[in-house]
């Protein structure tokens, strides 16, 4: 009889064990345990379609770690490369290898009831000179992404609320800033979203309204939908896509339409 209360005991222990682990790998606010690791490798496609200008476009790739160092925080980093690719972008850049680097944190905090906050900074930099090469056109594309010929420097932050309902489904919004540093052109750009994330039947789904602006002498602003879906092929691994459309813009540049379709997998270990 005690062996089969024990035996009933352990089972029921590593029952509850393994239920806990079985996190939403895809929620807004994830953050890996203590020790544990987030990886997230996408391939996205942006294309821009400007009234009188012709349009511009993107392929990336980009690799996330995000890694838990304690109780509700962790620290991440990011590599980014913009390619080249005749057919699937305007060959603008100085070669196939245009990284981009990003690195910070983010804290998670329960401020009362299901009422979550997460916070985080990182610091974002890439060289305008690699992605452009040296000469009189190159450095018009940099003044155009307002850089220099340095290395170019950003500080970014951003704060999220999102509360937990039943059945898998979570609100949440977001409000960001990015400004660039060590320039003597410094602007502020901000972004301020409002969605709601589902979690159903292995699937993770991702929907809402994204306003990105700036105030000063050149006031720009736009307008996006985007929406995400997410494939649980383990509980630690998922295959998923994104998109968004940027409907509405005010900005010297017409925007006909812009937009990004990308595909991600994820994979926490």
Do not use: C
Not at 106 to 121: E, H, I, P, T
């Amino acid at each position: 009889m005690k062996k089969t209360m024990l035996l009933s005991t352990a089972l029921a222990a590593l029952f509850a064990f393994t239920e806990a682990k079985a996190e939403d790998i895809t929620s807004p606010i994830y953050l890996p345990n203590e020790l544990e690791t987030l990886s997230e490798t996408s391939l996205a496609y942006q294309r821009t379609k400007f009234e009188d200008y012709g349009a511009k476009e993107d392929l990336i790739a980009r690799e996330t770690l995000t890694f838990g160092i304690g109780e509700y925080t962790s620290i991440w980093a990011s590599v980014g490369n913009r390619f080249n690719t005749k057919g699937a972008t305007n060959q603008e850049y100085n070669n196939n290898h245009n990284f981009d680097y990003e690195f910070g944190l983010k804290r998670n905090a329960r401020l009362f009831n299901d009422l979550l906050m997460q916070v985080g900074f990182s610091y974002y930099t890439f060289s305008p000179r690699s992605w452009y090469g040296h000469s009189g056109e190159a450095k018009e594309a940099i003044r155009d992404v307002k850089g220099n010929t340095r290395w170019h420097k950003a500080l970014r932050g951003e704060v999220k609320l999102a509360t937990e309902l039943e059945d898998g489904l979570m609100p949440y919004a977001s409000f960001g800033v990015d400004g660039n540093v060590d320039d003597a052109d410094r602007d502020l750009y901000y972004t301020a979203f409002a969605g709601v994330h589902k979690l159903e039947n292995g699937f993770a789904y991702d929907a809402g309204l994204r306003y990105e602006f700036q105030f000063g002498s050149d006031d720009v602003s736009a307008w996006y939908m985007q929406g995400s879906a997410d494939y649980f092929l383990t509980d630690t691994m998922t295959l998923g896509a994104y998109v968004d459309y940027q409907f509405a813009d005010s900005s010297y540049r017409e925007v006909d339409y812009g937009y990004t379709a990308e595909a991600r997998f994820k994979f926490l270990f």
